[in-house]
């Protein structure tokens, strides 16, 4: 019995804040194209509907009673996964950008490794990110890429799965600051001995909300990139020196 096969042990688990509009849509789906899952909705201290329209949708849902960002609400479902036994966990976001249709290909790679990640930029699909976003990209993927022992093309992808022992190390140490959950919590997981492998994705369009692509809005993203990856590394050199 391979991972992929035992999707009853398997968690869907979806942060979302202030998405009303699109979760019920995303829950349907995740339900309809792998039946057998459980799906947990992390409302992330919303002031809308989000939390009654995914419970509508049949998912289970936990609500936070304020706003912690992807990382709090990811670090509260992987808490979720231990305490009720899944062996495997798989990130998908609400606003309907990860396509369902790719989840059984994510969690082949925990065959081979303890994290997986859904690849944007792994010759599938047509996602492109231009000027200092790009170039953010392409720093973070071959710095962590060292780290990891092995080619990473999209470090910043939240479409990623873990297998039981990712999901305890990420109980232990998943940071709820901006780009922690997805830089930083993979420096980590690689300082902590766990193994990483992409599987490439196609994502789709926004089904609600919209990104900021503008000039400015690249060049802070490229700072933020920068400013979180030398904090990851610091923080995973003081932790080797720690267990030496």
Not at 1 to 21: C, F, H, Q, Y
Not at 82 to 92: K, S, T, V, Y
Not at 210 to 224: D, I, M, P
Request: proline fraction near 3%; aromatic fraction near 6%.
């Amino acid at each position: 019995m391979t991972r992929v096969d035992s999707l009853s042990k398997t968690l869907v688990i979806v942060p979302a804040w202030n998405e009303a509009g699109v979760v019920g849509d995303t829950v349907r789906e995740i339900a309809q194209r792998c039946p057998g899952v459980s799906i947990i909705v992390v409302d992330d201290g919303s002031t809308d509907d989000t939390g009654d329209e995914a419970r509508a949708a049949g998912a289970i849902v936990l609500t936070l009673a304020i706003n912690l960002g992807v990382g709090g609400a990811m670090r509260a479902g992987f808490r979720y996964a231990i305490r009720h036994g899944f062996e495997q966990a798989i990130q998908i976001d609400a606003d309907g950008q990860h396509n369902p249709d790719d989840i059984a290909a994510v969690l082949a790679g925990l065959e081979r490794a303890d994290i997986s990640i859904g690849a944007r930029f792994a010759d599938v699909g047509d996602y492109r990110a231009r000027g200092p976003r790009r170039w953010a990209m392409r720093l973070l993927a071959r710095v962590v890429s060292r780290s990891a022992h092995t080619r990473l093309t999209d470090v910043t992808s939240g479409f990623r799965a873990a297998n039981a022992r990712a999901i305890a190390q990420y109980v232990k140490y998943y940071p709820a600051e901006y780009l922690g959950d997805t830089i930083d919590s993979l420096v980590a997981a690689v300082h902590a001995g766990l193994t990483v492998t992409q599987v490439p994705v196609a994502m789709r369009p926004r089904a609600g909300g919209h990104a900021s692509q503008s000039l400015f809005g690249s060049t802070v993203y490229l700072c933020r990139c920068v400013f979180a990856l030398g904090l990851a590394l610091m923080r995973g050199t003081s932790a080797q020196e720690r267990v030496a």
